[in-house]
């Protein structure tokens, strides 16, 4: 054999002992697709962030109101992995027991009135005259639709509740009117973009919504504003009645805004939703929560059956 012949079979050996090693192909990544009330895409961004890059999991939200995403389940079967709801009563009246059995109660909000620099009234409106400055001709005020958005009819609760507060009979009739269907949107995220771009002056939606976009916020006394829960009856005395699918009505009465979220049973990734649900209602999540101006209750409440072990835990004391 050739000198050279031999160097070049001597150069392939050698190339052939140094070679890398083949990588072994890497490990699935778990995937959650998250259906989020408006009012809980910020909060929940941020929490699912922190989730992701603690498991590696690649998280995929999609926000709207909350009876929309229901319905996205129900006659569209696009079904998720994880969904957080501004309401707790959308679980009984439209997912349970078919899309899920269980669900469970996480946090609480409160309603305020935001608005910019530039709304009319800006410079004198407070908690004795906000009902005044919402009245006046000059003033555009939005409000969510009550028929797809609990912010929408929860509005509507905090004007029957400012009535019955301030002893003004018509009071709530004439602050409802003051959003024709023009000024009403499908959720706070759109009512937001448009307080933001000066077309409308005011509107009374979420805490945690108003924060999250850096609005002026005016607080309402808690009478009225929805948030404590140690005032449910006092809130209940409010009743608002609401269109509804096929030309009826759904009557609605005030109760303590309380979110809730659940695992459907066909979830295509739900030992992923489990853990993504488990993580919000443990101290990290709880934690990031709070960041964000919501309230997450100190000890989530489960609500049915079939919940998974992990959930359990996760809400325990």
């Known amino acids: 054999m050739s000198t050279a012949r031999r160097r070049a079979l001597l150069a392939l050996a050698l190339a052939a002992c140094t070679r ?5 192909p890497a490990a699935p990544r778990d995937t959650v697709v998250v259906f989020t009330a408006a009012s809980l895409g910020t909060p929940i961004a941020a929490a699912l962030d922190s989730f992701a ?3 590696g999991a690649v998280v995929r939200q999609e ?4 009876i929309e995403l229901a319905r996205r389940i129900t006659e569209l079967h696009r079904v998720p992995d994880l969904i957080a709801l501004a309401d707790h009563e959308v679980f009984p009246e439209l997912l349970l027991p078919r899309v899920t059995p269980w669900y469970a109660l996480f946090a609480r909000n409160r309603m305020v009135v935001m608005y910019t620099d530039r709304s009319r009234g800006a410079s004198e409106i407070d908690s004795t005259n906000w009902t005044r400055v919402l009245l006046r001709p000059d003033v555009v005020v939005g409000r969510a639709d009550p028929a797809v958005a609990p912010v929408g009819y929860r509005t509507l609760l905090v004007y029957a509740l400012a009535e019955r507060h301030q002893h003004a009979p018509g009071l709530a009739a004439r602050l409802a009117a003051r959003s024709p269907p023009r000024l009403q ?15 409308l002056d005011y509107v009374v939606d979420y805490e945690s919504l108003a924060r999250a976009n850096g609005f002026r916020i005016l607080r ?3 009478a009225i504003d929805l948030s404590d829960p140690e005032r449910a009856a006092e809130y209940g005395q409010a009743v608002v009645h609401v269109p509804s699918r096929g030309g009826d009505s759904a009557t609605r009465r005030g109760a303590p ?3 809730a979220a659940s695992v459907p ?10 853990r993504a649900l488990a993580f919000l209602l443990g101290p990290e999540g709880q934690a990031l929560l709070r960041a964000r101006d919501l309230d997450p209750m100190r000890v989530p409440a489960l609500v049915g059956d079939s919940i998974p072990a992990l959930v359990r835990r ?3 004391p």
């Open 257 to 259: 805004i309380v979110y």
């Open 265 to 274: 049973r066909a979830a295509p990734h739900r030992e992923a939703g489990v």
């Open 220 to 222: 309402l006394p808690a």
């Open 63 to 66: 926000s709207g109101a909350s």
């Open 53 to 55: 890059r603690r498991t």
């Open 20 to 24: 890398s090693p083949e990588r072994a």
């Open 314 to 316: 996760a809400a325990e």
């Open 185 to 199: 949107r499908a959720n706070a995220v759109e009512l937001a973009a448009l307080l933001a771009a000066g077309e």
